[in-house]
């Protein structure tokens, strides 16, 4: 039974140490984190990566995805051609084609403790 035990919390360990390098932002300096909440109480994360023009967003649903910097007229945008995401002042906005699944203004509060961490 110790021997399941300590298995199980090696296992635990190993699973918790792979799922936090799944976190948005890794603290780089040329990383900015910001946190959009929408009317509903949502929130998307997001990690701005300067250095690679990319943008991880995780989505309300605990989804990761990850986009090239895309042309803007106004704003930063980013887009894989299906899935976008748009920042345009202090508002964020996630699109798939062009159904927009979320729309929220970026806030100081930090994530949600619901957030799949």
Known sequence: MIRFLWGFLLMMMVSLQAFAAELVCNQAVDQVAAVYQSADGRQ????????QQQVTVRLPDGALVQLPVAVSGSGARYSDG?????????????????????????????????AAY
């Open 44 to 51: 998307l994360q997001a990690c701005f990566d300067l250095k």
């Open 82 to 114: 299906t899935r976008t995401f748009w920042e345009h002042q202090g508002k964020g906005r996630y699109l798939e084609g062009d159904t927009l699944l979320f729309e929220g203004a970026v806030t100081d509060q930090p994530p949600a403790k619901s």
